[in-house]
């Protein structure tokens, strides 16, 4: 049940925002971005670094122009916003110097994992 279909249009748009976008870099940023995944210690960080674009790219438009594919992308993009998470926020492995910074950002993609599975969870009713 939707109370405010307006309100849930706006977030999903907003939250499918910055899988897309944050693909759109990578893509761009593509030399970077494998050496920034490799740097994490990522296994086989080209075939890392082309997922991901899929996921946030693909995913995401899906989400964004919420087709009746956007509840499995929600889905998926929170799968996939888990691994990126504990690789790359490792907030309990870093000095104590970078500590909070990581903690920051593990909880801000915490966060947004919670955002997709309440739109993972949301069945339209014309479903």
Do not use: C
Request: net charge positive; glycine share 12%.
């Amino acid at each position: 049940m939707i109370i405010s279909k307006s309100a849930f249009t706006v977030g999903r748009v907003l939250l499918a925002s910055l899988f897309v976008i944050s693909g759109i870099f990578k893509i761009i940023g593509f030399s970077g971005t494998i050496g920034y995944m490799g740097s994490l210690g990522i296994p086989v960080p080209t075939v890392a670094v082309i997922v991901t674009i899929l996921v946030e790219v693909g995913a995401g438009l899906l989400l964004l122009t919420g087709s009746r594919f956007a509840r499995p992308a929600a889905l998926l993009i929170a799968i996939f916003t888990v691994g990126a998470t504990l690789a790359a926020h490792r907030f309990w492995a870093v000095d104590a110097a970078a500590m909070q910074g990581q903690l920051t950002h593990f909880l801000k993609n915490v966060s947004i994992i919670g955002g997709l599975l309440l739109v993972w969870s949301v069945k339209p009713a014309d479903e």
